[in-house]
């Protein structure tokens, strides 16, 4: 997100639902049969979202004045990390698309996992914790200042309990009934919902520019 921005980072999510669709054919999670109408649009489905992901890389197209932009201090930090995203925009993409893939591929391991454990809340409980225990190792590596690990009574503290109980404990479980009664590709088929709700919500909170062809 210090490459480019919050909307453009939940747009590549769009083709999350592609990435997962292949993945699981390659897995034999899913299979297509064009005599099926719900066979035929999965295959339609998923060649329109990475069509889209495609025309929200490279397409900017004019601004969306809509929502108000000009709330000071947000709007000076938003133009300053468009620029720095502006001169590091091919990096940005390339490890956001990464992150697709590597998400793409955890909701494949998840359906696999799931048909030999079938235990969504113990199996939710065992990622949360091997999750906490590479994410302190990686910091310990990445990081030399100490002064990252405190929390206080403020936003961060707010956004951390936040991603961990929602975005991670609810949303795993949640995730894992979904994929162990519908399959990997239904469970990501909302993915690209979440570029919607970014999109309206970084133009509020975050200033950020939103144009034509994102």
């Known amino acids: 997100m210090k490459y480019t921005t919050a909307t453009f980072a939940s747009a590549t999510l769009n083709t999350i639902p592609a990435i997962t669709f292949i993945l699981a054919l390659v897995f034999r999670l899913e299979s297509v049969n064009i005599k099926k109408v719900h066979s035929v649009a999965k295959v339609i489905g998923t060649l329109i979202t990475f069509l889209g992901a495609m025309v929200m890389t490279f397409y900017k197209g004019h601004v969306l004045a809509f929502v108000s932009s000009h709330h000071g201090y947000l709007s000076n930090n938003n133009n300053n990390n468009h620029g720095e ?42 990622m949360c914790l091997m999750g906490s225990v590479e994410g302190a190792i990686a910091t310990l590596v990445m990081e030399n200042n100490m002064s990252v690990w405190k929390i206080g ?62």
């Open 153 to 214: 009574f403020d936003s961060g503290l707010l956004s951390v309990a936040y991603s961990g109980v929602v975005c991670s404990g609810i949303a795993y479980y949640v995730q894992g009934v979904v994929s162990r009664e519908r399959g990997p590709f239904f469970v990501s088929a909302f993915s690209p919902l979440c570029m919607i709700f970014t999109a309206f919500l970084g133009s509020i909170f975050l200033a950020e520019t939103l144009h034509l062809g994102r």
């Open 85 to 126: 995203g502006e001169q590091h925009w091919v990096i940005g993409t390339v490890l956001l698309f990464a992150s697709c893939i590597a998400w793409a591929a955890f909701f494949i391991l998840q359906a696999l996992t799931l048909k030999e454990y079938p235990a969504e809340l113990s199996l939710t409980a065992l």
